[in-house]
């Protein structure tokens, strides 16, 4: 998986701007999944922004544009600065992903901070239509591979 890594830098400095949404794809084979979203945060720090995103039903497509900082799975890791992750969206009731997440028809489901060294650049979220819990060298790689990608961001 570590070269997954490299991967990720060769994709971002090959040609005139980086290729976030293949980036994305990478990633989602890489760890099985088959969705996946990619936030840059704005200026002022209280949005996330979509740059990125595959799989992504378009009834939820609107509702992930911008989320607030501290929202949902993506805002609520973009806060605290750690992964988030639920092990099956639908049964689950602890407030962390929001209801609209239901829809995705996801149940794994992880979501990272993505960044260079304190300071938050985004977040990187994935997915499976399957019960699942990221394992702590998954949640690692995950968090490096967002590192590769917030140089770009």
């Not at 900082?69 to 602890?94: W, Y």
């Not at 960044?115 to 997915?127: D, E, F, Q, S």
Request: hydrophobic share 40%.
């Amino acid at each position: 998986m570590e070269s997954l890594l490299i991967e990720l830098d060769a994709l971002m400095t090959r040609g005139d701007a980086p290729d976030f949404e293949g980036a994305l794809g990478q990633i989602l084979e890489a760890f099985d999944c088959v969705t996946g979203t990619l936030h840059a945060v704005d200026e002022d720090g209280k949005t996330l922004r979509l740059v990125a995103q595959r799989g992504i039903p378009s009834a939820v497509l609107e509702r992930v544009q911008q989320i607030p900082v501290g929202k949902g799975m993506a805002g609520i890791a973009a806060e605290r600065r750690e992964p988030v992750q639920v092990c099956n969206l639908q049964t689950d009731d602890s407030g962390v992903a929001r209801p609209a997440a239901k829809e995705t028809r996801m149940e794994g489901s992880i979501a990272c901070p993505v960044l260079i060294g304190p300071r938050l650049c985004g977040t990187l979220g994935v997915a499976k239509p399957t019960s699942y819990e990221f394992t702590e060298a998954e949640r690692e790689l995950l968090m490096k591979a967002g590192t590769v990608l917030g140089r770009w961001m």
